[in-house]
């Protein structure tokens, strides 16, 4: 085998590896790049069991505090999930206020959240949150800012 040969193996083969590890790490990662998930396709993501974040806006008047932490309904305007956390919540969390929850959805529906974060300015809505207010024909941007959460039709109601 010439040395030009040789040299153009050992490039073939680096970058045949190099190759390799950037699909493996794009793989990895595939998962963790959506931010969260809405209550409209927590369905597509999968089974019980499986780690997902659940963002939206706390529903008004479903906030129930006990001793052993907090249930409350995560909606994006055209569904709803109920959510248990046993932990504290944190100081920013309040019924139409935005958030999102680290947690796994359960067999009977409900998400059990391990990690609850709350957003800290009242105007910021994420994209998927006002599409699905679009969708579900309770805000026409055409006519004004985005309704308060508290303001929201629960779904079916």
């Not at 927590?42 to 963002?55: F, P, W």
């Not at 956390?85 to 391990?114: C, K, M």
Request: overall charge positive; proline content about 5%.
């Amino acid at each position: 085998m010439t040395r030009k040969r040789r040299r153009l193996w050992i490039l073939l083969a680096c970058g045949l590896g190099l190759g390799t590890a950037t699909a493996l790490v794009l793989t990895a990662f595939s998962d963790n790049l959506v931010f969260f998930v809405s209550p409209s396709d927590i369905a597509k993501v999968g089974g019980s069991g499986r780690t997902v974040r659940l963002g939206g806006l706390v529903e008004a008047g479903s906030v129930q505090r006990g001793a052993g932490g907090a249930s409350f309904r995560v909606t994006d305007g055209a569904n709803s999930i109920a959510v248990r956390y046993n932990g504290i919540l944190p100081d920013l969390f309040r019924e139409g206020q935005g958030v999102v929850t680290l947690g796994a959805l359960l067999p009977d529906g409900s998400f059990r959240a391990s990690e609850v974060l709350a957003k800290h300015d009242e105007t910021y809505m994420p994209k998927e949150v006002a599409e699905a207010l679009k969708k579900s024909g309770q805000w026409k941007p055409e006519a004004g800012p985005a309704p308060a959460g508290g303001a929201w039709k629960k779904p079916g109601g």
